[in-house]
């Protein structure tokens, strides 16, 4: 039998008289990376934010490790072990790399909000600091402060502090949207380093990356899901080429 770690059952949500996510039953198997991808507008990033309780869902109940989790709050969520990526992890940017994950483990201890307490009683966190680094290529940049690194190498810590969590569910907000090639391969690697003994959903829309990492793709077209399964067989589908042709065509007609 298939191990579900999230599930979704007609999993709604309507803004005054519009459905943006549409009676969306999602299911992600322990241990893959499971890609949402779709069209502008399709409900992907609602859909990220009815599960990690941004939004509230209309109607629809919402499971993790089949408990349901759709009347709890974000940060009780959190601490089951789902972690958007985001969530924790818009870079403080004039803290250094390491400071940077290290909140990321001081949130873990519960000691999150102790900002007063001596940076040497935080020492201990450094080793761990250190390997979370290693593992995401910024071991060589830990001591420069954030605000000066790279595009790429801030998504990379993104992963870090996000990783620092512990989570049991990664959920990653198009991770590679606004990086040039070679940052994109890299991040690309990163994640699925990272995927090893965990679970990931991703919003993305790199078709590339995607094709190159995702276990399973669920496709969204209008809020409701239009076609599943390996990118072999998802990128074949008639209604998905269709669908990708429309949004492709009305952004070129928008152009002229």
Same mark, same amino acid.
């Given at each position: ?28 198997? #322990? ?121 790429g190498q801030k998504r990379a810590l993104e992963i870090a502090t996000t990783l620092a969590m512990e989570p049991e569910l990664m959920l ?13 391969? #890299? ?10 003994? #965990? ?58």
């Amino acid at each position: 039998m298939t191990d579900i770690i999230l599930q979704t059952r007609e999993l709604t949500k309507s803004f005054k008289g519009f459905t943006a996510v549409s009676n969306v039953d999602l299911r992600v198997e #322990r241990g893959t990376i499971h890609a949402l991808i779709g069209p502008n507008g399709a409900g992907k990033t609602t859909c990220f934010n009815l599960l990690t309780k941004f939004l509230t869902p209309t109607a629809g109940t919402i499971l993790f490790n089949g408990i349901d989790i759709t009347g709890e709050k974000p940060a009780q969520i959190a601490r089951r072990g789902v972690i958007r990526s985001f969530q924790i992890s818009a870079v403080f940017p004039h803290m250094t790399v390491l400071e940077n994950v290290r909140i990321g483990l001081q949130r873990k201890l519960g000691t999150a909000y102790q900002f007063w307490r001596s940076d040497r009683s935080l020492d201990v966190l450094n080793a761990r600091c250190m390997a979370l680094l290693e593992d995401v290529g910024l071991g060589d940049v830990a001591n420069v402060l954030t605000v000066n690194l790279p595009y790429g190498q801030k998504r990379a810590l993104e992963i870090a502090t996000t990783l620092a969590m512990e989570p049991e569910l990664m959920l990653l907000d198009e991770p590679t949207q606004g990086m040039g090639h070679e940052d994109v391969a #890299r991040v690309t690697e990163l994640i699925k380093k990272v995927a090893a003994g #965990r679970t990931i959903l991703m919003v993305e829309h790199n078709m590339s990356v995607v094709s190159s990492i995702a276990d399973k793709i669920t496709v969204l077209q209008r809020g409701a899901i239009l076609a599943e399964g390996p990118y072999e067989q998802v990128s074949k589908d008639p209604r998905v080429m269709e669908a990708y042709m429309g949004s492709v065509e009305a952004e070129l007609q928008g152009a002229h």
